[in-house]
């Protein structure tokens, strides 16, 4: 029995999002950048830890915040990687976090940052990366 490719990555992006809680991100980098191409998005990786305060403080405030998970879900795939759980591909800085990445579909980092956000400097944080990702 042969699997199709994209039925498989679907299954996986479901599966992950089921796992993600609330937040309904994936936590598996490749199958989300495979997901990327296909659809034509950016990706947003959220790298934390799990005991990270300063990541859920982020979570609790600029990521429950209904608008901007409205706008990043619409404009970005949403991947979160915890340096304690999940495989960090070796090209991402792990210390420092939480740690933002703004990649496009084809794998190049457009913007990246660190630090805990409220939900105006989180804004601040997307325009940034929309305008680094202009001028590429």
């Avoid at 759980?85 to 990246?112: S, W």
Wanted: aromatic share 12%.
């Amino acid at each position: 029995m042969t699997i199709c490719p994209r039925l498989l990555l679907v299954f996986l992006f479901i599966t992950s999002s089921l796992c993600a809680g609330e937040l309904n991100w994936s936590h598996d980098y490749k199958s989300a950048q495979l997901l990327a191409k296909q659809s034509n998005k950016d990706i947003y990786l959220f790298i934390g830890a799990d005991k990270c305060r300063f990541c859920d403080r982020f979570k609790d405030i600029a990521l429950a915040d209904k608008d901007i998970m409205k706008k990043i879900s619409k404009e970005y795939i949403l991947v979160y990687l915890s340096r304690d759980r999940h495989i960090i591909p070796k090209n991402f800085e792990t210390k420092g976090v939480p740690r933002h990445y703004f990649i496009n579909p084809q794998g190049k980092v457009f913007h990246e940052t660190w630090g805990d956000r409220e939900v105006a400097g989180f804004y601040d944080v997307l325009d940034e990366a929309e305008l680094n990702k202009m001028k590429d």
